[in-house]
């Protein structure tokens, strides 16, 4: 009797399976081997910058935190996409807009960011992270900030 699938045809099937992982890899090693000062400058935004660019529609702002911590607080504007939920989420975003990523500090917007570069997006992460955000728009800042975007 013969088996039901061809040595051939499994290892083929298997390399199927492994293949998007090894094109990620191949683009992450990508990304590392063209990182230079001016990708280090280009990854962050700060709350200030952010808050302009938000003004002119041009950013999605994309909170990564996990739903606990965003229905324990959040910004009044903005998308919550928990960092592992991420990679099942990516057709939320849209690819005409720069993506910038944000958490309390900055580490899981770092990582979320990284991703999505390799994945092809323009993408930054909020280094100053939202709670900088948070100290930036306070009082009268906050309502022309808000005064501004929902025209």
Same mark, same amino acid.
């Given at each position: ?11 083929f099937a ?59 607080? /959040? ?7 928990? %960092?592992? &939920? $991420? ?6 975003? *849209?690819?005409? #807009? ?13 990582l979320a ?10 993408? /930054? ?7 900088? %955000?948070? &100290? $930036? ?6 309502? *022309?900030?808000? #005064?501004?975007?929902?025209?």
């Amino acid at each position: 009797m013969r088996p039901l699938f061809s040595l051939p045809l499994t290892l083929f099937a298997l390399a199927l399976l492994l293949l998007p992982a090894l094109v990620r890899a191949e683009k992450l090693d990508d990304y590392l081997a063209g990182f230079d000062y001016q990708e280090r400058k280009e990854m962050k935004i700060d709350s200030k910058e952010l808050v302009e660019l938000l003004k002119k529609g041009e950013v999605q702002f994309i909170d990564i935190r996990f739903p606990e911590e965003y229905a324990a607080w /959040r910004m009044g504007f903005g998308k919550n996409i928990p %960092l592992n &939920e $991420l990679p099942s989420r990516l057709g939320e975003l *849209d690819k005409n #807009k720069l993506i910038v990523t944000a958490c309390p500090h900055y580490d899981r917007a770092s990582l979320a960011r990284h991703y999505l570069v390799t994945r092809g997006y323009r993408a /930054r992460y909020l280094n100053d992270g939202l709670l900088g %955000l948070t &100290e $930036l728009l306070r009082g009268d800042k906050a309502r *022309d900030f808000i #005064k501004t975007t929902t025209r």
